[in-house]
């Protein structure tokens, strides 16, 4: 990350490798081990990969309930972004255009005045799209090639390749600043927060959404949860990402479940890593109401992902 504010307990500076990211503490300890033998690829960080359970070594910080990568690969993590591409995900978009639908209406609704958005980690540009069809003046920031270059080409949208803060936005402010399912995957969340803050215009807004690793749907499933992936290397609480903002000098304005939006076939799929779906799921690929059904577009709110507004810390 081409961080410039770097925070004190940043993982490359640390004096341990178990140090915890978010609250600096020592008392961490080994709480999953890691899925697979071979090295990571870029495929492995699709933001469509379904391999649930499958992640790097983590540890659990004693203090705050962070959970973690270990140390060491989180380092090559930006590589294998830029070089990433996800079929995949540039073809979900029908759904996803619906919850930045939604997430634009919630930050409406709690600054109305705004007009100058950044959005970090920003995919195809879905969001830096539907905010400039309102009455924003966005940009977005993404590490992977491919996605940026798709998202210019289909969208005209302004999208720059790279993470955040970036050279070309040095000097510009923003009224509201999103991370939507981005903190679970960069390995220093304080230093990107900090930067965030920095960026803030007068009475701006940061947005995150990430999964909630003490939801009820986590702890039901325990390390099959679905948000266990190799992609995301950092998992929070509410606990912890209390101890974020105020690490990153910011304070929580509101807290939410996050909507999301699915193709009934996109759930149904999923849903047959846990139940015995694979029969159905063949069925409704043939012409029929069943096929019908799988087609349609539902809203889910699992209260798995947590959505929360920061503020500056005046
Ligand atoms: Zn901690």
Known sequence: MNSSVKPSNAPEES????QCWICGSERTVPWKSRSF??????EDLRITDSHYGATLALR????????????????SLLRLYEQLNDPDYVASEDTRVLQMRWLLARIRKERPAARS?????AGTGLLVREARSLV???VGVEPSRSLVEAAIKNRQVELLQGTFPHLRLAGRTFDVITLVDVIEHVSDPVGLLRSCAAALAADGIVLVVTPDVRSLAARLLGKRWWHF?????????????DALAAAAGLRSLRRFRAQW??????????????????AVNRRARRPGMLGRLYQRIVPVNLHDSTAIIFAKIL
Do not use: T
């Open 60 to 75: 659990r910080c004693s203090e705050c309930g962070f959970i973690f990568a270990a140390a060491g690969e989180v380092q």
């Open 229 to 241: 992936r190799v992609a995301h290397v950092g998992y929070f609480s509410r606990n912890s990402l």
């Open 117 to 121: 958005l950044l959005d970090i980690g």
């Open 37 to 42: 033998e071979r090295p990571l690829q870029p």
């Open 15 to 18: 004096a341990s490798a178990g």
């Open 261 to 278: 939006f699915f193709r009934v076939e996109y759930l149904a799929e999923r849903l047959a890593h846990y139940l015995p779906l694979g």
């Open 136 to 138: 924003f003046e966005a």
